[in-house]
């Protein structure tokens, strides 16, 4: 009720200034039909997006905001949020940038280089000696006939694939996030992998002319057509600092007869303070549909807990034979909470999917698995074997597993299994009597426990997610 | 080798060492013998750095270093080795992998190369085929499933992969048939040289029958009582504990 | 129903039919066993609390439910593990030979103080006909670290293999399905201490398995 109300003032407050607002590089405050043209004008799209958008907006105002009772966040205001901002100034030099940030950086291993460009003090071009690199880089995609562009460039250069495919996974209607998306959706990926193409390279919005920067709210859609494959990289795997209150992403993701994709997300993360939250909310609909026969998606993702996320990657496996995997290794130290799952939804004959989630808790972290299986009544023959596995470490963290299984056909088959371990002083003080010191015994226990996950990663993560982990879990024993 | 002058070892207001002195040469073979609750097990494991909720008092030097001063990873890199009582289980952690990390880090710190993955691999195979512990174990969690016995068995391989300069050995010869028992023995026996030594810790004489022990120390009430060579541990066989005391 | 158990105190215990809620407390030793079968009869819900209050209590619950068409049996099970070195057992077993529904929720809840605990859940279920219908959810919250917790959850049709084995020994499709299913239920059946109770459940199954079979076909 007081949205409306509020909505009205808003908008009386800008019929008047509204023209002129244009050229601006931020909406005004609040939102409105107003601040949806606002950002189709100046994403410059073409018609159909405005009534898209318009059509999600007007939807959303008549739904209701989600509340979860574990979630421990401040109420979000909707109309304090600046729904539009174009492209981040960037900072001068290296110094500007945070000293947390920065030493996080040096921890992992990142060269001065690389920093710089991770933080868009330097161009993506610019690291490069000449434009040659990254040409070559689209130079090769294009021969190949492989769409990967910023989503507005789609919009306005591929109209027709977006109209076919954006919300045919995830539609407007789907959750109060993913419909506010829908309406104010500014930036994110565009992926299209024609027939039988393989592409050669991990796919990264890192390399995207655009800023690398992640948007407050991200679309991000790949199509992969019959018999192709791609592999995307989420972001970077450098820490970021959430600027915003809210962040609300979309992903969908279509393959088709014989299709693969992988989507793998080693968490944008920043260290936060030591009590673990930095006041963000970063709600993100992730959904792969297997659309064809003998498709395959899977996720996999490395989290961290320093902010508050809820995401869920699912699949629907509509396709005969399809296969559906979910990689996750959830690691929480401190004060950190991961919430993380998947949901796999089987509709089609012989259909798999395979969930396996590990996660590390130290110190006063806390991990939570949610799970979802359904297998439907035509889903003849299909399979679904999930595992969950704790490792604990320290007396006063937390592991938490919810899965949840509907099975309404008889001939599928159904498994799971969960367990917990530890690392316990015993444990410690036998590898220390074998040479070992005691942060070389936890890396070795943590990477025995981890390497199913991360085996699973782009080789390009692989590396930094160790250090990841080594970084997160400094000094949690003892 | 390893000097400990008056030991004295307590926890939770109880003593449970009351001044233990006991002088190990390099190239002896050392046999503690005792009752339980007799102190034997403290005492190794205050030689291997387990001190956790213990007060200690007296003096260990190794190597001429003063050992209660080190941490438990650094009196292994010094030469120390502990065959636990209990050998605990690690799932998760391949053994191969973790011997692999454990010998790297003591040949570094003894100046040495580290091996290389085959030539740890025949190494490991080796000894393993030796003890008769089977090829795949390598590969499986530490002590994995294993029965008290394999556990036992573990031991004595690590210690013949490691090479350590004080073998500590804790009631080795528990849970283990006559067999497995000549073969661990063998396994000992054949490691003997006249730099390295041994401590034995044993409730029982038998496995003294296989390892024949320079000095036999006997334990009552927290005191090396009495000392003598290889024949005290039979008279303990034949006459018992409580004599002594 | 509230139970208390004392100090070293043991009983076996068996959830009313019909369904209903039971909440027990375990004091220090004490051991519980708790039978919940259910055969078929109308839709219920069996709710079972155990409370682990005194260090080193024990509990072990069986469940069995073969629900008829159009019957739902729910099983809800909370234990809280509040006091050291416990152990609990959970083995709950599903058939549902026909469009029968069963819910399982299985919750174990081990709190900070209680270390070593040692707690394992298994939820089986044989789904028989495309009608059957099975929502499973055993939830695991974990505050203490030195435990051993396992928990699994599966459902399928009874196992190819062995109904193959048995058919290699003689007995006809229809007889192999029933002893399969037989011997599955008897595990749970065989925990329970008194002779004659477990005959009569072992003949009330076998009964209930030959009509529902059957009738199916």
Sequence with gaps: ?478 | MLTIKNLQVSTEGKEILKGVDLEIKAGQTHAIMGQNGSGKTTLAKIIAGQQEGFLVQGRISFLGKNLLQMEPEERAKAGIFMAFQSPIEIPGLALASFLTSSLNEISKSRGERPLDPMDFSDLAKEEAAFLGLKQEFLARGVNEGFSGGERKKNEIFQMRVLRPLLSILDEIDSGLDVDSLKKVAQAINESRTRENSFLIITHYQRILNYIKPDFVHVMVGGRIARSGGAELALEIEEKGYGHLS | MDIFLKENEHRDCFMPDGGGGCNVYLGRNSSLRFFTFNLGGKSLKNELNVVFKGKGARAELYGLYLPQDGQVIENETLLRHQAPSCESFQRYYGILPMGGKAVFNGKILIERKAQKTKAYLESKNILLSPDAQMLGRPFLEIFADDVQCTHGFSSSQIEEDEIFYLRSRGHNLESAKRILLLSFAQRNIDKVADEETKNILCERISRFLSEKLEAKN
Excluded at chain 1, 91 to 120: A, H, M
Excluded at chain 1, 301 to 320: D, N
Aim: one cysteine or more.
């Design chain 1, 1 to 478: 009720m007081s949205k409306k109300l509020l909505e009205k003032f808003v908008k009386k407050d800008y019929e008047l200034g509204f023209e002129t607002r244009v050229e601006a590089e931020t909406a005004p405050q609040g939102l409105s039909e107003e601040t949806i043209k606002f950002i189709w004008q100046k994403k410059q799209e073409p018609p159909f997006m405005l009534d898209w958008r318009l059509k999600a907006y007007r939807y959303w105002l008549t739904m209701k905001e989600p509340t979860w009772a574990n979630l421990a966040y401040d109420p979000i205001d909707y109309q304090k949020i600046i729904y539009y901002s174009s492209p981040k100034k960037r900072p001068g030099s290296l110094q500007d940038i945070d000293p947390e940030i920065r030493k996080t950086y040096e921890k992992l291993g990142i060269p001065l280089k690389e920093q710089e460009v991770l933080s868009g003090v330097v161009a993506v071009d610019a690291i490069f000696d000449s434009v040659s690199v990254l040409t070559t880089y689209r130079k090769k995609l294009q021969e190949l006939g492989i769409i990967f562009c910023s989503i507005s460039e789609a919009t306005k250069e591929y109209p027709d694939l977006v109209k076919k495919y954006l919300g045919s996974v995830v539609p407007y209607t789907d959750n109060f996030f993913a419909t506010l998306n829908s309406a104010v959706f500014s930036d994110g990926s565009f992926v299209y992998v024609p027939k039988g193409v393989k592409c050669p390279i991990e796919l990264s919005s890192y390399f995207r002319m655009n800023t690398p920067q992640a948007g407050q709210f991200e679309r991000t859609l790949i199509v992969a057509e019959e018999g192709s494959y791609v592999s995307y990289i989420e972001g970077c795997s450098a820490p970021q600092r959430f600027e915003h209150q809210l962040h609300a992403a979309v992903v969908e993701l279509i393959a088709k007869e014989d299709a693969q994709i992988r989507y793998a997300t080693v968490q944008n993360w920043y260290p936060g303070d030591k009590k673990g939250k930095g006041g963000v909310f970063n709600f993100v609909t992730k959904r792969g549909m297997c659309a064809g026969d003998n498709s395959k998606i899977s996720w996999t993702q490395l989290e961290t807990g320093s902010a508050i996320t809820w995401k869920y990657p699912s699949c629907i496996l509509k396709g005969e034979n399809s296969v559906g995997e979910f990689y996750s290794l959830a690691i929480t130290s401190n004060y950190q909470q991961a919430d993380t799952g998947t949901k796999m939804i089987h509709l089609g004959r012989n259909t798999k999917s395979r969930i396996v989630s590990k996660s590390v808790s130290a110190m006063n972290g806390n991990n939570s698995f949610r799970g979802l299986v359904k297998v439907v009544r035509n889903a003849d023959n299909s399979q679904s074997f999930s595992r969950c596995d704790a490792l604990l470490i320290g007396p006063k963290c937390g592991a938490h597993t919810f899965p949840h299984f509907e099975v309404y056909n008889n001939t599928s088959r159904v498994g799971h299994e969960a367990s917990t371990s530890r690392i316990g002083k015993d444990i410690i003080f036998y590898l220390r009597q074998r040479g070992l010191s005691e942060e070389q015994a936890v890396a070795l226990i943590v990477s025995g426990f981890t390497r199913e996950v991360l085996e699973k990663l782009p080789f390009e993560f692989a590396a930094e997610a160790k250090k990841l982990l080594s970084v997160t879990l400094e000094g949690s024993v003892g």
